[in-house]
């Protein structure tokens, strides 16, 4: 199974996972994350109503950004999360069954790993990359030993506690992550609009400077 379309040098490689949002908030918080560079946007499925805000991403942004859903954790909602036009799938772990149907729906697909075993079988299943995660229980270590065994084409985005610091980001692209997912250093439901662009802006910022 080939893997879905993602091309790192149309995208900022940087998730943006806005946990919480509520529908009526979406669009306006997405707006400010595209106009800081962003172009990844997670809304995961234990947010209020996640499935109405991305279905409203999806009708506002379009084809053009990667949007979709995290928390995927079953065919099910794998099912209810295609049927909003969404292009991206991001699970915390690793389930087959979600793997192969979102790759096959030509979502980009991101399921989360910590194991060898876990992160071959993903890839064995189309893949598009593998969310490590959680990082903290990876390790420096541990992702550099896996990281070593890996196809080195293989995308690597670390997720949890990444900060928009090159003490937090540069040690993990110097092994070979091409990406991270943001979540509450990013975002989170009580900040206002200034604060989450602030936050946007760093990140874009330290990120670049690394690379």
């Known amino acids: 199974m080939g893997k879905s379309k993602f091309n790192l040098d149309e995208h900022l490689p940087l998730m943006a996972i806005i ?51 995290g928390t995927v954790t079953t065919l099910e909602k794998a099912e209810a999360v295609i049927e909003t036009g969404a292009n991206l799938i991001v699970t915390p772990n690793y389930n087959e069954e979600v793997v192969k149907l979102s790759t096959a729906a030509n979502c980009v697909t991101f399921p989360g790993v910590v194991t060898p075993t876990e992160a071959f079988a993903a890839l064995a299943s189309g893949a598009t990359g593998l969310k490590l995660f959680p990082i903290s229980q990876v390790g420096i270590d541990g992702f550099k030993a896996l990281k070593s065994v890996l196809p ?19 040690p993990l692209i110097k092994i070979g992550a091409q990406g991270f997912g943001l979540g509450s250093s990013l975002y989170t439901p009580d900040l206002s609009d200034d604060e989450i662009r602030q936050r946007a802006k760093k990140f874009v910022a330290e990120f670049k400077k690394c690379k």
């Open 19 to 69: 946990r919480g949002v509520k529908p009526q908030d979406a669009v306006r918080v997405t707006q400010i994350l595209i106009d800081e560079g962003f172009t990844m946007i997670e809304v995961p499925l234990n947010s209020p109503d996640a499935l109405v805000s991305i279905a409203s991403l999806v009708e506002k942004f379009g084809p053009h950004y990667l949007i979709g859903a």
């Open 152 to 170: 080195p084409e293989t995308l690597c985005f670390p997720v949890g506690g990444i900060n928009p610091t090159e003490e937090s980001m540069r």
